[in-house]
């Protein structure tokens, strides 16, 4: 049976990648920071006969990020999803950027991830598919930089560079990483004027994750498959 990780769980894609993966029988391990109010997330797992479990994690704690590793100890993992993200703060226009917002979002959208995956790395190993997956986004692309959202466009691009180079340190270990761009989608960050639904994203995403190999390990792809500039 598949084992499948996802960070961000309790809203949009991340929830979704739950409802998803656990409806086709995965074993779900959900992380959130705070459980006790992922409504939503709560009803999936209730519904799952056992096989979604939600365990907290604030992915920006080293701490938290530890905590999840002393929990899962050398539990085989599949399909690590890093899906948490921030879109960053109000000001960062080619006028004013808010510094602080800066830093914390660079934790959350860049750095997390590599920790998260660097403390699960033995995880993976252990698992079957061995898959390594970034949500991130098309704004990451420096060819197709078209200025505005400073703040999420950096973070974005630094993530792309970080997953690209463990996608070459971890080949020999047959470790894949997907780095995939989903959509504009109808979430709280995507806003409501967003053409695609949760659903249609995620079931593209995943369809990219099931064609992930070592082939195609650190390519940067949209949910439909199609390859983005750098």
Known sequence: MTTV????ANRGLGLEFVRQYAADGAQVIACCRDPQSADALGRIAKASDGR?????????????????????????????I????????REQSAGKIDAGGWLAAFL??????????QALHDNLVRGREKKLVAITSQLGSTANNGGGRYVYRSTKAALNNAMRGLSRDWAGEGIAVGIFHPGWV???????????????SVSGLRRRIAELSPATSGAYR???GAELPW
């Open 186 to 200: 109808r979430t709280d960050m995507g806003g409501k004027g967003a053409p695609l639904t949760p659903d249609a």
């Open 108 to 117: 959350v959208n860049a750095m997390a991830p590599v920790l998260i995956a």
């Open 5 to 8: 990780l996802v960070t961000g």
């Open 52 to 80: 979604v479990r939600i365990l907290p994690l604030d992915v920006g704690d080293a701490e938290s990020v530890a905590t999840l590793k002393a929990v899962l100890g050398e539990e085989p993992i599949d399909i690590l």
């Open 82 to 89: 890093n899906n948490a993200g921030v879109g960053g703060p």
């Open 222 to 224: 949209d949910y439909a």
